[in-house]
């Protein structure tokens, strides 16, 4: 949504590729967006598609990272909460509410978790230029779309995303 959550995902993982640290990027088999993280500044970094988090359960690494968090089940947290009790760093990243403005489950799960460290990224929004858009309005022909859709709506054209302020934000 342009608020550089992926940018800071790539920035943070980088590094990574000069060290000695193991590590593991994932990212949920629904994005069928893009094959890999990438930011509008240009760049991008590989990251394996799964279905669920339990799949990271089986391979190891010192630090693992998962981008579109909030396209994965409310149950995956619990393999989040498997690593971090094992004492896997984990670096997540994606929208926390839906079109509606409410917080997806695995996020509040997450929250649950007692993060060390949240870091919000706030897009422009796109409506009034303010630089605090908070949610994410869903649109269809031009008129918002306020109920009546799954929280995780596809990437395929059918529908218009745009980062919008509490002010411009219509609800239900």
């Not at 943070?12 to 094959?35: A, T, V, W």
């Not at 995956?76 to 929208?95: C, F, M, Y």
């Not at 596809?154 to 002010?167: F, I, S, V």
Request: aromatic share 10%.
């Amino acid at each position: 949504m342009k608020s550089g959550k992926s940018f800071e995902m790539i920035s943070h993982f980088m590094p990574l590729n000069y060290s000695n640290i193991s590590f593991g990027i994932y990212q949920p088999d629904k994005n069928i967006r893009d094959e890999n993280i990438w930011s509008r500044n240009g760049v991008s970094l590989v990251a394996q598609k799964i279905k669920s988090l339990d799949e990271i359960l089986k391979k190891r690494g010192e630090v693992v990272g998962i981008n579109e968090i909030h396209m994965f089940e409310e149950k995956d947290a619990d393999a989040i909460a498997t690593l971090l009790r094992s004492g896997v760093k984990v670096v997540v990243s994606g929208l926390d509410t839906d079109y509606r403005g409410k917080m997806f489950p695995i996020i509040k799960r997450l929250f649950e978790l007692s993060p060390k460290r949240v870091d919000y990224k706030r897009a422009v929004c796109e409506m009034c230029k303010n630089p605090e858009a908070v949610y994410t309005q869903v649109y269809r022909n031009g008129t918002p779309i306020l109920e009546g859709l799954p929280s995780i709506l596809p990437e395929d054209g059918t529908y218009e995303y745009r980062a919008l302020c509490r002010r411009c934000f219509k609800s239900a």
